[in-house]
Nanobody, 119 residues
Framework: QVQLVESGGGLVQPGGSLRLSCAAS????????MSWYRQAPGKERELVAT????????NYADSVKGRFTISRDNGENTVYLQMNSLKVEDTAVYYC????????????WGQGTQVTVSS
């Protein structure tokens, strides 16, 4: 059974930091590119960051470059999102996504974790 379980969300003041984790199980983790998405109220879900399966090449949305860092531990089947210098506009539900790196279209989503940036 495939599972993606996010954790680490919460309430933080502007300028603060949070570290999100996404624990994966039920599939061969290293064969999947892992991404973090977010969805704010009334807005579409948007891509925040992606890390590839084995080479761990990363990509970021312009809005988070220099503030967020995505990383993965293939031994622990976990992907992380370190979020620094948080802004009010970072408030959203953050979702973890796994996408198979091969030719078959396989995608899995987590249930999301709320991040609220407010003073």
């Amino acid at each position: 059974q495939v599972q993606l379980v996010e954790s680490g969300g919460g309430l933080v003041q502007p300028g603060g930091s949070l570290r999100l984790s996404c624990a994966a199980s039920g599939f061969t983790f290293r064969r999947y590119a892992m991404s973090w998405y977010r969805q704010a109220p009334g807005k579409e879900r948007e891509l925040v960051a992606t890390v590839s399966g084995i080479s761990s090449i990363t990509n970021y949305a312009d809005s988070v470059k220099g503030r967020f860092t995505i990383s993965r531990d293939n031994g622990e089947n976990t992907v992380y999102l370190q979020m620094n210098s948080l802004k009010v506009e970072d408030t959203a539900v953050y979702y973890c996504k796994a996408r198979y790196s091969g030719s078959i279209n396989l995608t899995y989503w987590g249930q999301g974790t709320q991040v609220t940036v407010s003073s």
